[in-house]
């Protein structure tokens, strides 16, 4: 094979493969339609109680942390500001809309070491698990950057009335 056959050969191969992971991206999206991400700014009167820089990491369905959901806004691995209140918890990812997730919405909150191709240290993720629109429950981990993983999730947690949510 001539060195021209060889670099169309994988020039080919090349966009075979970027074409397959285009087709199974809009797939996901297709799949997940349904889900929205919460945007919404914090409700009037609400007190802030801690914030923290993060790293979001992915939205999983709730217990299977390597199924990665393609909800808008939401797909992409970005840094973020997160903001505990007394009525739940602003994100604030990097050229997003604010998203709200309010307490009544937490299904519960932990810690957490693997999120699709994150690993980190042991319980070094928090992972929030909450109730989208059609009430499914989904896992958002964010990777905390100035405070522990356990500082962030007891935070999240001091917010939840035991009939809002406990661990999920």
Request: hydrophobic share 45%.
């Amino acid at each position: 094979m001539t060195r021209e056959g060889a670099v169309l050969v994988m020039a080919a191969a090349a966009a075979l493969l970027l074409g397959l992971a285009a087709w199974g991206w809009r797939r996901r999206i297709r799949r997940d339609s349904a889900l929205a991400a919460p945007v919404g700014e914090v409700p009037d009167g609400a007190s802030d109680l801690a914030r923290f820089e993060a790293l979001y990491v992915a939205t999983t369905r709730h217990d299977e942390p390597l199924e990665r959901l393609a909800i808008r806004g939401m797909g992409f691995r970005s840094r973020a500001g997160v903001t505990v209140t007394d009525a739940g918890v602003a994100l604030d990812l990097t050229g997003r809309p604010r998203l709200f997730l309010a307490s009544d919405r937490i299904a519960g909150v932990d810690q957490a070491t693997v999120a699709i191709d994150r690993v980190v240290e042991r319980d070094g993720l928090t992972r929030v698990a909450w109730r989208a629109a059609d009430d499914t429950i989904v896992d958002t981990y964010l990777r905390p950057q100035s405070a522990s993983a356990r500082a962030l999730a007891d935070a999240i947690r001091s917010t939840l009335t035991p009939t809002t949510g406990g661990d999920a």
